[in-house]
C-alpha cells in the first residue's frame, strides 16, 4: 500500500547538449523522464510514499526507467514489461527559436506504455492509496489508456482516495477539438485539478486564470490550481478560498518537468492538511528548483530543500 499512485508513460529523454536546431546536435545528455512518473518521484522525494502503473518495452531503455525508478524510491511493482512494443523516446531541442526555449521531438507512436490498459490497473492497490494522479498526457495516448484511466478513477473514488489531474495538454498528441471532448469527460472526476491559461483557453475558451478556476470548480473539482509559469500560480478551492503566489525568481536551466514538481509539492502539502497558501509557495519553490537543472526530476526538491530555499539560508560547504 502507497500513499498516492501515479499513471502514465515514461520515455527516455534525450536532452541536447548544445543549443540550436537538433540536426547540428551532436552530444544528448539522458533522463528518465514522464509527467506522472516525475509527480510520483516528487511526492516521494516531499515524503510520502508512491506507487507508479505503467508499461515498458523489454528493452534497454525500460531496463534503465524501472531501476531508476525504483532508485528514487518509487513502487514499480505495477509496471509491466511489454516484449512487443518498445520504450517511447524523446528529444528536446534547446534554446531555439525561441531562446530560453525548448522543443520536444517524439517517438513514442506504438509505444509500449500506449499499449496500457485496464488490465495493468489493479483496482485494489489504487483503492488503497490516498490520492491517484494522471495527466491529459495518458488520456491522449491511446483508448486503451482512457479506458485505464476510467478503471483508475473509478477504484480510487470507490476506496475514498482523492483523483488529481493535470491537464497538460500536448498539441503533438492530439488536436484541441479531441482534447477538449476527451478531458472535460474527467474533469468531473477529479478532486484536485492543475491546469494553465493556454490549455483552460483550448478547454473552456478562457484564459483568465480566476475565471477559468470559477469554471473549472462549478465541473466538480473542489482544488483548482493555474500554473502561469514566470507568473506564478493562482489557486482557489469550492469553499471560496483563493490565493495568487507570485514565482520565485532563478536562473533558468531546463523548464521541462517544472509543473509535474509544482504539482507534486502542492499535492504533498494539502496531503498533510496545510492551507492554500502555504502549499502554493511551497509548490512554487519546487516548480523554480525544478528549472535550475537539467533533465525532470533531478532538481524536485524535498521539504528540507524547500525550506532552505524558502529561508534563504542554502550554504555552500555543509
Ligand atoms: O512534464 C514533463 C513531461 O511533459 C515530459 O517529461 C515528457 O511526459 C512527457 C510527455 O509525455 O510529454
Redesign the pocket.
Known sequence: MVDVVAM????V?LNAFTPGPLRYVNYFEKHA????S?FAVGVVRMGHTAGWISRLGDDEFGCYIHSFLRGEGVDVSRVAFDSEAPTGV?FIQRDYPVPGGSV?Y?Y?RGSAASGLGPGDVDADYVASARLFHTTG?TLALSGSCREAVSKAMESARGGGAEVSFDT?I?LK?WGPDKARRVITEYIGDCDMLFTDPQDAEILLGEGDPRRAAEEFLGMGPHTVAVKLGGEGAYAATSGGEAVMKEAFKVPVVDV??A??AFDAAFVSCRLRGWGLERSLEVANAAGALCVTVRG?VEAIPTFEDVERFLEGRSQVFR
Open positions: 502514465g508513460e515514461t520515455m529523454q523522464a514522464g509527467t506522472e516525475n524523446y520536444v517524439y513514442r498526457i497538460n500536448r498528441l521541462v518537468g509543473g509535474d525532470d
